[in-house]
């Protein structure tokens, strides 16, 4: 056992829309991601989703609204619900996310942002 320091983990890794693994708690994977601009429509139809902003904004978009999460804030989309996470203005964001091992990068999508592999950091 030891700690995480999460400023280290983020400055291991720069590429965006590709989550890196810190940890894993029981069935749960914690995940550390960058992003920048529009991901793509997806949905998971047995797992939820845990998205934390650490720095910047982010703004998941819902068929029906968007939903602006700041720094400091959580969100969390629920299975079967379709989303697509973006950024505005050209800005990163970092995010944590807490998701069941089993969830597909782009759920029932697939898409040259498609991860199959996230590297454990």
């Not at 720069?14 to 069935?27: L, R």
């Not at 970092?94 to 942002?113: A, F, Q, Y």
Request: contains cysteine; hydrophobic residues 35%; neutral net charge.
């Amino acid at each position: 056992m030891k700690s995480i320091n999460i400023k280290q983990k983020l400055n291991a890794f720069k590429d965006h829309w590709h989550p890196h693994q810190i940890a894993v708690v029981d069935d749960m994977q914690i995940l550390l991601a960058k992003i920048k601009d529009e991901f793509v429509w997806h949905l998971h139809e047995s797992e939820d989703e845990l998205f934390q902003v650490l720095k910047g904004t982010l703004y998941m978009q819902f068929r029906n609204k968007t939903v602006e999460v700041k720094e400091g804030e959580i969100i969390v989309v629920p299975k079967g619900i379709e989303h697509c996470p973006a950024t505005r203005n050209g800005e990163e964001v970092h995010l944590m996310l807490i998701e069941k091992l089993s969830t597909s990068h782009t759920g029932n999508v697939r898409d040259t942002l498609t991860k199959t592999h996230y590297p454990k950091i």
